[in-house]
């Protein structure tokens, strides 16, 4: 019993010197020489995501396509000029001489309900790439910051491992001691060892999460990002935006992307379906030309003459086969296929506001809970400690406690991150997420190292 309560005492000691020896094992994740933010990474992820610019170019595409259908509409102009050099020979002469033909003609449609229509269409679906674009601009802005955040998890992972397995090798070094002088038991000296080997083989996951969160960053910013990642203010207080869920879903409704660019698509299979029909509709079209020639017939010089022409022409279709009514049928089937989309996307857009909407309430709560217990873990790893240095308590319940103390840190820091996704992913669906949103939840990153080690030090005092 005494050689039992001199083991606990010097462990005791050993553990309560270690917990004041921040520099040896951190309590928290050091904020040291942070040099990366979200918004930083996010800027440069907009010249280098094949997304956001594949995104852009199709909404351009979209814009060059409604162009070139109005470009239908508009008088089409030509000219053409030809000059003959021509040689004829018969039984009694021969002769040699040059003729020329200029000639100049306009068209323009009067009355047209296909091209018409067509452009209808084409700036239908103009709008919906425009929407398509912002919607995918958008969704890659989540993954950045998603990505961001896991890429802090990875990081917090690691150093509390690493944190953990020093404070358990030292002891364990400590126990192997004095159990070499047979005043340790061999449960404690195995105990300690196991903590320690599997400390171990997370720590190489973890380092293995880490390089990967960061290959995944490089595939969005085009770049290795080997940086240090600015992290989340202690003095931040996370709140649900204002507003009620019916509120923000009405909202989403009004200006989600997603589900605008599907109303362009719905839109643009009515014009579609129009167009079709429009092949049963008479045509009226204009034309004008002049010509100036003096090429006679089979080449022949002929005097140099002017001539004028205006022509009304009316063309009606009678029969094609039975081709345009199958193409008014298959299209008005596409428009069926397009309404059942639209409302397929608005379903969708009010499941992902509304669960946004109650994970960023979850996720508030959260955090309030999660800081009690951090605070509770905290005074609990002091008092096990003070009680290993009376004997109450072994020293698996003191390591166990000062575990316990890790991972309320980890899960307080994996609830604001998810606070952060989830206020992103709203805004997002709420059709408001833009580069201010990324630099309002910017600011709530540290901008020096005091900043974010004040965590660090409520288990450091």
Known sequence: MMYRLFLLL????????????????????????????????YRESRLEDPRVLMAFARAQAGREREREAFGALLPQV????????TSRDDERTREQYNNDRYALSLSQHLYNKEAWERYQKFKDLAKQSEFESTDAQAEATI????????????????????????????????????????MAMVTDVL???????????????????????????????GRPVNERLSRIREDVELQVPSGSLESWAER??????????????????????????????????????????????DNTLAPRTDTYVATLGVQIPLYSGGSTSARVRALYNDQITAEQQLEGVRRQVLKETTSAYLSIQASVEKVKASRNALESAEQSS???????????????DVLTSVQNEYKARRDLLKSQYDFINGLLSLNRWAGGLSESSIENVNQWLAQNNEEARALERKTTE
Not at 78 to 85: E, G, H, I, K, P
């Open 10 to 41: 010097v462990l005791g000691t050993s553990i309560t010197a270690y917990a004041a020896e921040p520099e040896t094992a951190p309590s928290g994740v050091s904020a040291n020489n942070y040099s990366a933010d979200l918004a930083q990474l």
């Open 78 to 85: 030509s000219a053409n000029s030809s000059f003959n050099r």
């Open 143 to 182: 993954e950045l910051a998603q990505r961001y955040f896991v890429a802090l998890a990875s990081d917090d992972e690691l150093e509390l491992i690493m944190a953990e397995r020093r404070a358990t090798q030292k002891n364990l070094d400590r126990v192997n001691a004095l159990y070499a002088r047979q």
């Open 191 to 221: 105990d300690l060892k196991a903590r320690v080997d599997a400390l171990a083989a997370q720590e190489v996951e973890a380092r293995n999460q880490v390089r990967l969160s960061r290959e995944a960053l490089a595939e969005l910013v």
């Open 252 to 297: 989403a409704l009004n200006a989600s992307p997603a589900l605008q660019a599907q109303q362009g698509g719905v839109s643009a299979a009515n014009a579609a379906l129009r167009e079709a029909r429009g092949g049963h509709y008479p045509s009226l079209s204009l034309g004008l030309s002049a010509q100036r020639s003096n090429v006679g017939y």
């Open 382 to 396: 002091i008092a096990a400690e003070k009680g290993f240095s009376f004997g109450v308590v072994n020293a698996v």
